[in-house]
C-alpha cells in the first residue's frame, strides 16, 4: 500500500513509526531534530491520517507496507523508531527482515500481547458519538469530544484526526470501523520465531504501564542486544511528555547530537 509521509533533512535514513489513532504529524518536532544529522521519513500508516484505508488491518500487512516503503524510496539500511502500535510494526519488520535494518528504537511498548485498552474504545466511541454532518464548526465538535474524554490531552490527540472534507463537512482520518474490528489482532503479541541481533533500544515512561519489569523476558529473547531506558516523568506519549530527554536518549544511541531546540 502506498502511503503519505512526511520528509526531513538528508543523511542516512530514519523511519519513524507512529502509534494507534496517531499520525505522522504527531513526531513533526522530533523527526525535525533528528533531520539536522539524518533523512527522516514519517509515513502515515494504512488506516490512518492520509494514507488509504482497508478493512485488513494486522502486523503482517503493516510490515508489508514498511517493506514497500523502504523499497520505493530506496532506502538502504534505515534506523526504525516505532512508538506504541508503530513500535511493534517496527519489531516485526526487524524480525522479518533484520538484513533490511541498521538499528532499532521501540518507544513504550513490548512484544507481548495486550488486552484490548478501554481507553482506545473510549477514544472510539467519542469520535463515534459525533454526528459530523450537522457538526459546523471544530469547537462543537471539540465540546462533545470533552463530554465523553475528560482528559485533555487525549482530546486533543483525537482532534489531530479531525479535518475539513470541503468548507461544509468534517471527517475523522483513521478509518474507524477497520481498527475496531482488528483492536484484538493489533494488541496481540508479534509474531516472529528469530531474533533480531542488531543494536536495539527501548525507551519506556516512568508513568506508563506498557512495558513492565515482566516484559524484559520476552524483549531480550527476541533482541538480545536490546537496552531499556526509562524517561523520567513520562507517560506513554514520550515524545509529547518530553521530547529534549527523548532527544537525548536518541542522540546517545544514533551517535550524532540532534537539534535540542525547534
Not at 24 to 30: A, H, L, M
Not at 116 to 127: P, T
Not at 203 to 212: A, F, M, P, T
Request: charged share 25%; hydrophobic share 45%.
Amino acid at each position: 500500500m502506498k502511503l503519505f509521509f512526511r520528509e526531513y533533512g538528508q543523511g542516512e535514513p530514519i523511519i519513524i513509526l507512529h502509534g494507534l489513532f496517531g499520525l505522522s504529524d504527531n513526531w513533526v518536532t522530533i523527526a525535525r531534530r533528528i533531520a539536522e544529522k539524518f533523512h527522516v521519513f514519517i509515513p502515515d500508516q494504512r488506516n490512518h491520517g492520509q494514507s488509504l484505508h482497508s478493512d485488513t488491518f494486522n502486523y503482517f500487512a503493516l510490515s508489508a507496507d514498511l517493506q514497500e516503503f523502504i523499497e520505493e524510496n530506496q532506502l538502504r539500511n534505515p534506523v526504525l523508531i516505532g512508538h506504541s502500535m508503530g513500535g511493534k510494526v517496527a519489531m516485526q519488520f526487524a524480525l522479518e527482515s533484520a538484513e533490511m535494518v541498521k538499528k532499532l528504537v521501540v518507544i513504550d511498548i513490548s512484544p507481548g500481547s495486550y488486552p484490548v485498552r478501554s481507553m482506545h474504545m473510549d477514544m472510539v466511541n467519542a469520535m463515534l458519538s459525533v454526528d459530523l454532518s450537522k457538526m459546523s464548526s471544530r469547537s462543537e465538535i471539540e465540546k462533545i469530544i470533552a463530554e465523553k474524554i475528560a482528559d485533555e490531552r487525549i482530546r486533543l490527540f483525537i482532534m489531530k484526526n479531525l479535518y475539513r472534507i470541503n468548507l461544509e463537512a468534517f471527517a475523522w482520518r483513521p478509518n474507524l470501523k477497520a481498527i475496531v474490528a482488528n483492536l484484538e489482532d493489533i494488541s496481540e503479541q508479534i509474531a516472529g520465531n528469530g531474533k533480531f541481533e542488531k543494536p536495539t533500544l527501548f525507551i519506556k515512561g516512568e508513568k506508563s504501564d506498557y512495558v513492565l519489569d515482566k516484559d524484559e523476558e520476552l524483549i531480550y529473547k527476541l533482541f538480545p542486544l536490546a537496552e531499556i531506558k526509562t524517561v523520567e516523568k513520562a507517560g506513554h506519549w514520550v515524545h509529547a511528555d518530553a521530547p529534549v530527554a527523548l532527544c537525548h536518549i536518541l542522540s546517545n544511541f544514533l551517535g550524532r547530537e540532534c537539534l535540542l531546540e525547534g
